[in-house]
């Protein structure tokens, strides 16, 4: 527990919604963190009180400041933002979990790459395998490359004083965010961090647990694969991303329907058409509104 008046060295922004027992999976994580000093500020969408039970027997533990926004996952965190007191900040999902040393290993990095704004980890599935093939063994710092492939929210920490230069997330994007972007907030906040000339660095002993979110190409995913590409596009066009860049991210869902329909792999053809196709309609979504602000 951190003492009255003191300030905690680190702020997890946790938005909530339609969830209770990956909640308490999370909060039960940080109650075994090697290190005390830091806040939780629980971002509270739902129109209930399915949280009020959970929270209380939380707060003996745990510093705890619980705060209600309006649906969209952009919009809760920048709520969380605007309360926090901690010198590095932390976004972990309502579903994922820490290990224990996580927030020491955080701040250790930090101590050593005193250069860098931000440092981004990697997140693993339950059994320990890596979500994302784009994650490697070794540390480094992050390219412009990186902040597509590795720049997951619930895997980066930020300095204070950046989120306090570049501001908050673009609430037109994200999951909840009443438009059809559906994903690129974090991607986007990355890419701003890199243009006001702050450097991250990858570091892969930063771990943090997540439930694997496609298990199958059902019809589920598909329709997320469309709501996340959109996102995706969007941010690629927002940033006018160069050819090649924007080549890597159009061939590769194309390679990967065509893999699908050269393996009879049907669902699979259709969930990468549908990264494409989403990828494509987000670019012109942002080419449109673009022309629109001039």
Same mark, same amino acid.
């Given at each position: 527990?951190?003492?009255?008046?003191?300030?905690?060295?680190?702020?997890?922004?946790?938005?909530?919604?339609?969830?209770?027992?990956?909640?308490?999976?999370?909060?039960?994580?940080?109650?075994?963190?090697?290190?005390?000093?830091?806040?939780?500020?629980?971002?509270?969408?739902?129109?209930?009180?399915?949280?009020?039970?959970?929270?209380?027997?939380?707060?003996?533990?745990?510093?705890?400041?619980?705060? $209600?926004?309006? %649906?969209?996952? /952009? *919009?809760?965190?920048?709520?969380?933002?605007? +309360?926090?007191? &901690?010198?590095? =900040?932390?976004?972990?999902?309502?579903?994922?979990?820490?290990?224990?040393?996580?927030?020491?290993?955080?701040?250790?990095?930090?101590?050593?790459?005193?250069?860098?704004?931000?440092?981004?980890?990697?997140?693993?599935?339950?059994?320990?395998?890596?979500?994302? $093939?784009?994650? %490697?063994?070794? /540390? *480094?710092?992050?390219?412009?490359?990186?902040? +597509?492939?590795? &720049?997951?929210? =619930?895997?980066?920490?930020?300095?204070?004083?950046?989120?306090?230069?570049?501001?908050?997330?673009?609430?037109?994007?994200?999951?909840?965010?009443?438009?059809?972007?559906?994903?690129?907030?974090?991607?986007?906040?990355?890419?701003?961090?890199?243009?006001?000339?702050?450097?991250?660095?990858?570091?892969?002993?930063?771990?943090?647990?997540?439930?694997?979110?496609?298990?199958?190409?059902?019809?589920?995913?598909?329709?997320?694969?469309?709501?996340?590409?959109?996102?995706?596009?969007?941010?690629?066009?927002?940033?006018?991303?160069?050819?090649?860049?924007?080549?890597?991210?159009?061939?590769?869902?194309?390679?990967?329907?065509?893999?699908?329909?050269?393996?009879?792999?049907?669902?699979?053809?259709?969930?990468?058409?549908?990264?494409?196709?989403?990828?494509?309609?987000?670019?012109?979504?942002?080419?449109?509104?673009?022309?629109?602000?001039?």
């Amino acid at each position: 527990m951190i003492e009255a008046g003191e300030s905690p060295k680190l702020s997890l922004v946790v938005a909530t919604v339609g969830r209770t027992a990956e909640l308490v999976r999370l909060l039960d994580s940080l109650t075994k963190q090697t290190r005390s000093d830091f806040e939780v500020i629980i971002v509270d969408q739902n129109e209930d009180g399915r949280l009020d039970a959970i929270i209380s027997s939380f707060m003996p533990r745990l510093t705890i400041l619980r705060l $209600r926004s309006a %649906r969209g996952l /952009s *919009r809760a965190r920048n709520q969380g933002l605007r +309360w926090c007191r &901690g010198e590095i =900040i932390g976004m972990p999902d309502d579903d994922c979990w820490y290990p224990p040393a996580l927030l020491q290993t955080v701040c250790d990095t930090f101590a050593i790459k005193s250069g860098c704004g931000y440092v981004v980890g990697q997140w693993l599935d339950e059994e320990g395998a890596p979500l994302s $093939r784009t994650f %490697r063994d070794s /540390s *480094r710092w992050m390219s412009s490359l990186d902040l +597509w492939l590795k &720049g997951f929210s =619930i895997c980066v920490f930020l300095k204070a004083e950046v989120v306090s230069r570049i501001g908050y997330f673009d609430e037109r994007l994200g999951v909840g965010a009443q438009t059809s972007w559906g994903s690129g907030e974090e991607t986007d906040y990355l890419i701003r961090i890199a243009n006001a000339d702050y450097k991250g660095w990858y570091e892969p002993s930063c771990i943090v647990y997540h439930p694997r979110v496609v298990r199958a190409f059902d019809e589920r995913a598909i329709e997320r694969a469309l709501s996340y590409g959109r996102g995706t596009g969007f941010v690629l066009r927002k940033h006018s991303v160069g050819l090649v860049m924007l080549l890597r991210f159009v061939l590769r869902p194309f390679g990967g329907v065509l893999l699908g329909i050269a393996t009879l792999r049907w669902s699979k053809a259709r969930f990468y058409w549908s990264v494409l196709r989403g990828r494509v309609e987000g670019w012109m979504d942002a080419e449109h509104e673009a022309a629109n602000n001039i």
